[in-house]
């Protein structure tokens, strides 16, 4: 890399930083949409048909977020990394001539690192809200299903002792008669 004196220096920190940049957003649309696929595919498992089976179970894409996410940070951490470097450059004796330039292009990198962070922090913030919901439903879910399953037989029970006691009731109206007013 050149000296950091050189306008050499200076293209190739923005080299960086637009590479940088660029790599954020495909991994930010990437994450984007990882995390609307977990949310639909929790939800396409109430229908159990072919058409709405997630092709991804949920350990898989929890894996891939937290994957995801660490990329993503580690990109951010670079792209700061760089525009730490482009601050030092313009506080450099013998760029003061250049400094609005300079100032300018540093200051559009700091507004699309802090995008790019906010994007992220909020993407990741509304899954791990959903996954949060969706855990919660589904341990809710599961108690439902395991109360029915095991109070089947009190039910049924229920059932045959309901039918029976309306037999007898019936049988006991018909057979004695209907009382008369007297």
Request: hydrophobic fraction near 30%.
């Amino acid at each position: 890399m050149a000296g950091i004196g050189s306008s050499n220096y200076w293209e190739d920190l923005r080299k960086q930083a637009r590479q940088l940049e660029n790599e954020l957003d495909l991994k930010l649309v990437s994450f984007s949409k990882l995390c609307t696929s977990y949310s639909s595919s929790r939800d396409g498992r109430r229908g159990d048909t072919l058409d709405t089976t997630p092709l991804l179970n949920n350990s898989t894409q929890d894996r891939m977020f937290d994957t995801m996410s660490v990329e993503i940070e580690q990109l951010l951490a670079k792209l700061t990394g760089v525009n730490d470097k482009m601050a030092e450059y313009t506080n450099t004796p013998g760029t003061a001539s250049l400094n609005a330039a300079l100032m300018h292009t540093l200051q559009r990198h700091r507004d699309i690192l802090q995008d790019y962070t906010h994007e992220f922090h909020k993407t990741k913030g509304n899954f791990l809200a959903i996954r949060e919901r969706e855990d919660l439903l589904g341990s809710v879910r599961k108690d439902i299903e395991t109360y029915k399953t095991g109070s089947g037989v009190n039910n049924r029970r229920t059932e045959l002792f309901l039918k029976e006691h309306e037999h007898l009731r019936n049988t006991s109206i018909s057979g004695t008669g209907n009382p008369s007013p007297s």
